[in-house]
């Protein structure tokens, strides 16, 4: 099992910036990627951006590249979401997820909102 644990949602003006945690633990040994995804209310849940762990790769949204940027601390386990020049857009719930292979992600936090106001 892995236990993930997101911090860093608030409330914050159009252009501003926050940065989002997420904590893990548990068996991370087993973690081959982490991602941050999205649910907006009536919205379905989106991929915000990812890691693989063994070769560090990144990737991320169209709608947030070059505006979000995903690091991490491996003494830590965790990983990092730095949003920049954020919009009313990226108002929704962030969820951080771990995946044990190349299939589906596996373990899933309990989110964290984030609310921009224009």
């Known amino acids: 099992q892995v236990r993930l644990v997101e911090s860093g949602g608030g409330l914050v003006q159009a252009g501003g910036s926050l940065r989002l945690s997420c904590a893990a633990s548990?068996?991370?040994?087993?973690?081959?990627?982490m991602g941050w995804f999205r649910q907006a209310p009536g919205k379905e849940r989106e991929f915000v951006a990812a890691?693989?762990?063994?070769?560090?790769?990144?990737s991320y949204a169209d709608s947030v590249k070059g505006r979000f940027t995903l690091s991490r601390d491996n003494a830590k386990n965790t990983v990092y979401l730095e949003m920049n020049s954020l919009k009313p857009a990226d108002t929704a719930v962030y969820f951080c997820a771990a995946a044990i292979s190349t299939l589906n992600y596996n373990y899933w936090g309990q989110g964290t909102q984030v609310t921009v106001s224009s």
């Open positions: 548990g068996r991370t040994f087993t973690t081959h990627r």
């Open positions: 890691v693989t762990w063994s070769t560090d790769t990144t």
